[in-house]
């Protein structure tokens, strides 16, 4: 049983350094919100910005926005400001597609590189997504490749000199465990291979330095900690020293050296530019830029301070409540998540979305609970424990209307 008051917590609030980002971001009155980590909330800039592209932009200067208002570098312009936030330098890193198709591109990247090798290690628990499109690719290329899918425990041991390319979620989507990224990259590379790190619970969420890990590669996600809206542009990342040996599965006319040209050969551009396929959604792209300009203001070590001290506070408030913890304890080994387990979970869940505490539910047994500390406050979060253990302790979950599974989890 904790020993915190409210007033305690309340002064937590008052002392918290990031605590005017909440002014930034629309959250609706009354909800407790801890699912930024699946879609991040509005930045209150975002519907002007819109308005002004679509208006102005679009509506009065059609098509010469493209040079005028610079659309055309959007997705470098928003990957340079994302590559602050992931140790990576400016040229490293563009905004584009999807993370699944940016995993297909930097995965096939990484084949190339490696010629002779045609093995893909990854965790059997990483995101469905991760696996689904590296046996996509593998069957596609047929002969020698393959995933190899392996515990966590054993991906030293998948290591052979068949292995192209680890790929790998730094900070898992379910139980929220963060790999050690500099060390887990040493052993790739020990072993010949390279390594793809998917970032989409991790960029804004807490500081992250692929350069200095010897990273290969990276993909990541624009609509969770990042703010751009559902379904906003993912980005990639590529190491400057692969960047002109790659040759791109998805060569299509936005990554050539001269588009309009029109030639009929491809020729690759230079540098990330060759990682663009086909025209960006200039408006997801441009409420993308929005909310990645607010990550680009935050202090990442602040940050990650009031990640983890919310996360230490929602474990220690639901202690003993009947829900195993899924997460690391330790928060250091935690990235902006806590996650709890139990055999009812999804009604559970459902009666918690009546009650205005927004988390969801992952198959088949957790209840995930994002702690996004730009909008959050820490009152939030002891609201939020506070009902979790009053729908527990009642069993409130039990009423039938929280037995009904919906599409979308
Ligand atoms: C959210 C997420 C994705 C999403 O991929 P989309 O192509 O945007 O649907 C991929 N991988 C991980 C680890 C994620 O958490």
């Known amino acids: 049983m904790t020993e915190l008051t409210s007033e305690e917590i309340a002064a937590w609030d008052a002392c918290d350094p990031l605590a005017p980002f909440r002014e930034e971001f629309h959250v609706p009155e009354g909800l407790y919100y801890l699912d930024g980590n699946s879609l991040g909330a509005l930045p209150r800039k975002t519907p002007e910005r819109i308005r002004t592209l679509i208006e102005d932009e679009w509506g009065h200067d059609l098509i010469k926005s493209w040079n005028a208002h610079?659309?055309?570098?959007?997705?470098?312009?928003?990957?340079?400001?994302?590559?602050?936030?992931?140790?990576?330098?400016?040229?490293?890193?563009?905004?584009?597609?999807?993370?699944?198709?940016?995993?297909?591109?930097?995965?096939?990247?990484?084949?190339?590189?490696?010629?002779?090798?045609?093995?893909?290690?990854?965790?059997?628990?990483?995101?469905?997504?991760?696996?689904?499109?590296?046996?996509?690719?593998?069957?596609?290329?047929?002969?020698?490749h393959g995933l190899r899918m392996v515990p966590r425990s054993e991906l030293n041991d998948a290591l052979g000199d068949d292995v192209a390319v680890v790929a790998l979620t730094h900070v898992d989507f379910k139980t929220g465990e963060v790999?050690?990224?500099?060390?887990?990259?040493?052993?790739?590379?020990?072993?010949?291979?390279?390594?793809?790190?998917?970032?989409?619970?991790?960029?804004?969420?807490?500081?992250?330095?692929?350069?200095?890990?010897?990273?290969?590669?990276?993909?990541?996600?624009?609509?969770?900690?990042?703010?751009?809206?559902?379904?906003?542009?993912?980005?990639?990342?590529?190491a400057k020293r692969h960047q002109d040996d790659i040759d791109p599965p998805l060569s299509g006319w936005m990554g050539h050296a001269s588009p309009f040209a029109f030639d009929a050969d491809y020729r690759p551009a230079p540098g990330i530019g060759r990682q663009l396929c086909g025209t960006p959604s200039i408006l997801a792209m441009a409420a993308l830029e929005v909310g990645v300009e607010?990550?680009?203001?935050?202090?990442?070590?602040?940050?990650?301070?009031?990640?983890?001290?919310?996360?230490?506070?929602?474990?220690?408030?639901?202690?003993?409540?009947?829900?195993?913890?899924?997460?690391?304890l330790e928060s250091k080994r935690r990235g902006s998540q806590v996650s709890l387990r139990h055999d009812d979970g999804y009604p559970i869940m459902q009666a918690l979305i009546a009650n205005g505490v927004i988390g969801d539910f992952r198959a088949p047994d957790v209840l995930r609970f994002g702690l996004t500390p730009l909008y959050l406050r820490y009152s939030d979060v002891w609201e939020a424990a506070l009902v979790l253990k009053k729908i527990v302790e009642t069993e409130a979950w039990r009423r039938p209307e929280f037995q009904k599974r919906q599409l979308v989890t």
Not at 196 to 221: I, K, M, R, T
Not at 303 to 325: A, N, P, T, Y
């Open 294 to 328: 607010i990550a680009t203001r935050v202090d990442m070590k602040e940050l990650r301070k009031k990640s983890q001290r919310m996360g230490d506070l929602f474990l220690e408030l639901v202690e003993g409540c009947g829900l195993e913890i899924a997460c690391p």
């Open 70 to 144: 610079d659309w055309i570098h959007l997705p470098r312009r928003v990957g340079d400001q994302i590559a602050r936030l992931i140790g990576a330098d400016a040229g490293e890193v563009i905004a584009a597609d999807t993370t699944s198709i940016n995993l297909f591109k930097m995965l096939g990247a990484a084949l190339g590189l490696r010629p002779g090798r045609g093995i893909i290690v990854s965790e059997q628990e990483n995101f469905p997504t991760d696996l689904y499109i590296a046996q996509g690719l593998s069957s596609f290329l047929g002969g020698e």
């Open 179 to 238: 790999h050690d990224m500099a060390e887990v990259t040493r052993r790739a590379h020990d072993a010949g291979a390279l390594v793809v790190w998917d970032l989409s619970h991790s960029v804004g969420a807490l500081p992250v330095e692929l350069n200095a890990s010897g990273a290969d590669f990276a993909v990541g996600c624009g609509y969770k900690y990042l703010n751009g809206g559902p379904g906003a542009p993912a980005f990639l990342f590529v």
